[in-house]
């Protein structure tokens, strides 16, 4: 048995829900899984019910032929657990490519830039 594509996006949705109301508070990282296959601009770490979520902007080469391509950029959503049978965290499942995980990113990062205090000092009078 697998999750499905509709299992993923009410996931996710529920991640854009706990983001959104402050519940998951994001983290800027760089410990995630990396993919020889993609390139990595910017990863954000948060912790609920003792798993880890990240969610990363990726770029990945799209080949016309042998040697031309061009990247696409998409979004990539991990979940990190510690299994109780060894020490430290490992990556569990990635996400499928949903335009829902996309959603995800935006709503992190306009969290992240929240926090970080992006517009003050900009909105004060």
Do not use: C
């Amino acid at each position: 048995m697998s999750y499905t594509a509709k299992d993923w996006s009410q996931a996710i949705t529920k991640l854009i829900q706990l983001t959104s109301n402050g519940t998951l508070t994001w983290r800027f990282t760089t410990d995630y899984t990396e993919d020889t296959w993609e390139v990595v601009d910017r990863a954000f770490s948060a912790t609920y019910n003792s798993t880890r979520y990240v969610v990363k902007a990726i770029r990945k080469k799209h080949y016309i032929d042998e040697e031309e391509f061009y990247w696409v950029s998409d979004a990539k959503l991990e979940i990190y657990k510690s299994p109780s049978i060894m020490e430290g965290e490992m990556r569990i499942s990635s996400s499928p490519e949903t335009p829902v995980t996309g959603r995800l990113l935006s709503a992190v990062e306009a969290s992240f830039a929240y926090q970080q205090g992006a517009l003050s000092g900009l909105l004060d009078d």
